[in-house]
């Protein structure tokens, strides 16, 4: 059974910095298609996009609003992914979801739909 664990929230002002982890455990995936991503989700909204590495290669994926704030890294020898989340702003504050997948393309990099495990998140609280 696969396992995404998470780690790394917590409670900080505006403009600190955050790293979240996440790792993977349980099952033996093939590198070259795997894709790891966080996603977030704000009190009444929807879940959304934050960050991708797409299938264990150099290409990293970011939406806008985190594009040079948020940097997101992986260790292939460990199977896990880190978010480096630098100059955190309030509208940052979510709870922040790892999430593995086999079959993603580039199209669907951004879409919740094409990832198949998921962690039980982590909360992320920046105050003004």
């Known amino acids: 059974q696969v396992q995404v664990i998470e780690s790394g929230g917590g409670l900080v002002q505006a403009g600190d910095s955050l790293r979240l982890s996440c790792a993977v455990s349980?099952?033996?995936?093939?590198?070259?298609?795997?894709?790891l991503a966080w996603f977030r989700q704000a009190p009444a909204k929807e879940r959304e996009f934050v960050a991708a590495?797409?299938?264990?290669?150099?290409?990293?994926h970011y939406a806008d609003s985190v594009k040079g704030r948020f940097t997101i890294s992986r260790d292939s020898a460990k199977n896990t992914v880190h978010l480096q989340m630098n100059s955190l702003k309030p509208e940052d504050s979510a709870i922040y979801y790892c999430?593995?997948?086999?079959?993603?393309?580039?199209?669907?990099?951004?879409?919740?739909?094409?990832?198949?495990?998921w962690g039980q998140g982590t909360q992320v609280t920046v105050s003004s």
């Open positions: 590495a797409f299938r264990w290669s150099s290409s990293t």
């Open positions: 999430a593995i997948g086999t079959t993603v393309i580039t199209s669907t990099i951004r879409s919740t739909s094409a990832y198949s495990y």
């Open positions: 349980g099952r033996s995936f093939t590198r070259s298609t795997l894709t």
